[in-house]
Nanobody, 122 residues
Framework: VQLQASGGGLVQAGGSLRLSCAASGRTFSSYAMGWFRQTPGKEREFVAA????????YYADSVKGRFTISRTNAKNTLYLQMNSLKPEDTAVYYCVRKMNGPYYQGHEDDDWGQGTLVTVSS
């Protein structure tokens, strides 16, 4: 079971980044997926989630209208398009395969990727 996130980097405030997450090990199209993020000293926080089909999406209030989550089941890949980035978006971003629990909360049964660092400069 593997989730490989990529696409992080350094960007100026107002800029954009697109994160990708390549999934393997389970039937990708069978599970909801999500993105969480974490900054040092803080708990991981929910960013966005998407249903197995891609038909339903959910966002944290802090990113609504700026971030877009999507998936391509044929490519076993999850995406997070991040626009109008702010310094407070700086964090390590993790893709998550939701195995249990509500979409906005991590669960011990979930599969977690290794994370990709996003740094937004002011």
């Amino acid at each position: 079971v593997q989730l490989q996130a990529s696409g992080g980097g350094l960007v100026q405030a107002g800029g954009s980044l697109r994160l990708s997450c390549a999934a393997s090990g389970r039937t990708f199209s069978s599970y909801a997926m999500g993105w969480f993020r974490q900054t040092p000293g803080k708990e991981r926080e929910f960013v966005a989630a998407i249903s197995w089909s891609g038909g339903s999406t959910y966002y944290a209030d802090s990113v609504k209208g700026r971030f877009t989550i999507s998936r391509t089941n044929a490519k076993n890949t999850l995406y997070l398009q991040m626009n109008s980035l702010k310094p407070e978006d700086t964090a390590v971003y993790y893709c998550v395969r939701k195995m249990n629990g509500p979409y906005y909360q991590g669960h011990e049964d979930d599969d977690w990727g290794q994370g990709t660092l996003v740094t937004v400069s002011s």
